[in-house]
């Protein structure tokens, strides 16, 4: 018979822990009542220390539980959650859930004791996952632990799990390994691809119209797709997002803008007004709308037929995110009107849709130094004329806000507030000289213009 090398009792009669060596192995031993349990290290000098650990606070666990409590393995923990919270989920969130649980329970196991996982496990987890063949994006991994750590902690409230060494973890990146916010396409590349997507042609009036409602009102692609010609208000000029296609799930109307309502004139033709706006191709298919992934295909080879570079991970929302610093800058740095567009209220999220902007940023730069440079033109004329004395004189006086008011000439050109509409590559516009009326979305000759038919006068 082996030898046994006790190594503690925890626990008073009844709900004892008692821990063992055998062989190579540290061994648990205590009662339930459907008999007694076990469970199993390998014998090492850190395996010993934690479950010395374990035992005792499995042991006190017990001890302030009236009934003893069987341990959960890792598939009857998810089975729980499972009954427990996906009626209070949209079905998107669930799926959500169900893919992020599945890299865990493959990677630990289904059979395993929930509990018996912690913080180094979580670690190898993660460095599994960065480490295959094709290594998960960052944001992925930080979604999936974090569902992890979700279930975790509802089985620790619901008093299902002894302990909880899953919520040590947290989830670091190196600052210059931080992914970047996607890119957003700018007006003329959004101007390029919809004139490869004319509204006139069979074939192309679905992705053609799907985009340009997406970057003329920020919406999500999945809303738009399964908009209904019951949800637009051509007289009240408004549009309904339905909650059961949205995002966060919210019943809204909103204001149609005219360049939007423009495009919905033009493909109205297509389907007599009626059911979706946007139905599937073939009544073959098995979805009754126009489908992401063709939608996607057909922005690829339009951005390849316009010459538009391919950027990385900007897709559809790169459109929401256009459609976003557009109106910020035409609103003149209004955030509410930016997120009213989009229909957005978190400041977090919105955070992440602000880009830079190098052109006008350099237009910027112009405007700063002319009217530097007419300032300081200013200031020598001024103290030519005010200061009776040199700098450092006895009975100086400074030029003070009243002193200076006395000689200081009406507001030069120069001086006036600055116009982020002029670009650095154009010769300035004179102050004195009217805007031009016409918005910059529907200009004559713009693609967006061109896509779009003449409407005839009075409402259809």
């Keep these: 018979m082996t030898p046994r090398l006790v190594l503690g009792r925890y626990g008073r009669r009844g709900v004892r822990v008692v821990l063992w060596i055998e062989g190579d192995r540290i061994r648990a031993q205590w009662r339930e009542k459907s008999g007694r349990r076990h469970r199993s290290w390998p014998d090492t000098a850190t395996n010993r220390k934690e479950a010395k650990v374990w035992a005792e606070e499995f042991a006190q666990a017990r001890l302030e539980r009236r009934a003893p409590q069987e341990l959960l393995t890792v598939a009857q923990l998810w089975s729980r959650f499972r009954a427990a919270e996906f009626q209070h989920l949209r079905p998107k969130t669930q799926q959500f859930y169900l893919d992020c649980w599945r890299y865990w329970e493959v990677f630990v196991g289904p059979e395993r004791i929930a509990e018996d996982f912690g913080l180094a496990t979580v670690m190898e987890f993660r460095a599994d996952m960065e480490t ?91 809303s738009v797709l399964h908009l209904r010609w019951d949800d637009i208000n051509l007289v009240g000029d408004t549009i309904r997002w339905r909650p059961e296609w949205d995002k966060l799930g919210r019943d809204e109307v909103q204001a149609l803008r005219p360049s939007a309502k423009d495009v919905l004139l033009a493909i109205r033709h297509w389907t007599d007004g009626k059911g979706w706006i946007f139905p599937a191709v073939s009544v073959k298919n098995r979805r009754e709308t126009y489908g992401i992934q063709a939608l996607w295909v057909a922005l690829q080879e339009a951005e390849k037929r316009a010459g538009v570079r391919k950027l990385s991970g900007r897709a559809m929302h790169g459109l929401r995110r256009m459609a976003f610093n557009d109106a910020l800058e035409a609103s003149g740095g209004d955030l509410g009107v930016a997120m009213a567009l989009i229909r957005d209220t978190d400041l977090k999220v919105v955070s992440k849709y602000l880009k830079r902007r190098d052109d006008r940023l350099r237009a910027a730069f112009v405007l700063m130094d002319r009217k530097s440079t007419a300032n300081s033109t200013g200031r020598e004329h001024e103290s030519s004329n005010v200061l009776p004395f040199k700098t450092g004189a006895a009975g100086f006086e400074p030029a003070t806000s009243r002193t200076r008011g006395e000689h200081e000439e009406p507001t030069s050109q120069a001086q006036q507030p600055l116009d982020l509409g002029e670009t650095a590559h154009h010769t300035p516009r004179s102050h004195a000289e009217p805007p031009p009326e016409t918005a910059p979305d529907t200009a004559p000759g713009s693609s967006v213009s061109r896509a779009i038919p003449a409407r005839e006068t009075g409402a259809p």
């Design 132 to 222: 295959r063949t094709r290594p998960l994006a960052i944001n992925t991994m930080r979604r999936i632990i974090q569902t992890v750590k979700t279930v975790y902690a509802w089985g620790a409230k619901l008093k299902l799990l002894s302990r909880n060494d899953v919520r040590e973890f947290t989830f670091k990146v190196a600052k210059e390994k931080r992914p970047v916010s996607p890119p957003e396409y700018r007006r003329e590349e959004f101007e390029r691809v919809l004139a490869e997507l004319p509204l006139t042609k069979a074939t192309t009036w679905r992705a053609g119209g799907v985009i340009a409602l997406c970057g003329l009102m920020g919406a999500r692609e999945k």
